[in-house]
């Protein structure tokens, strides 16, 4: 179950990487109320938007796992996080 969600993961990251230039311009792109923080609602509306759909069960585990400290908001460090940690596995070699 653990790959599983790992994968899922690494998939996501991958539509990121087609829409976004990086995760500066990620949050830029999906904080539609400029607090600086990514709501639930913000990264649902914004994925959606940018023709990124997850089902609601993902859209719920892809928050907890950028959420790292459970405030129910998701920063910009936060994004980059997982930006690298998802990265491809070529990208994390070299680094």
């Known amino acids: 179950d653990t790959w599983l969600r790992e994968g899922k993961f690494r998939r996501i990251r991958e539509k ?3 829409k976004f230039r990086g995760p500066k311009h990620c949050m830029e792109i999906l904080n539609q109320s400029k607090s600086g923080v990514l709501d639930r609602r913000e990264v649902a509306v914004g994925l959606f938007k940018m023709t990124i759909w997850l ?3 993902e859209l ?3 928050m907890g796992v950028l959420d790292r400290n459970r405030d129910r908001s998701v920063g910009r460090d936060e ?3 997982f930006w690298k940690k998802y990265a491809p596995d070529d990208i994390n070699k070299n680094h």
């Open 16 to 18: 990121l990487a087609e």
């Open 55 to 57: 089902h609601p069960s």
């Open 60 to 62: 719920t585990a892809f």
């Open 79 to 81: 994004i980059e996080f």
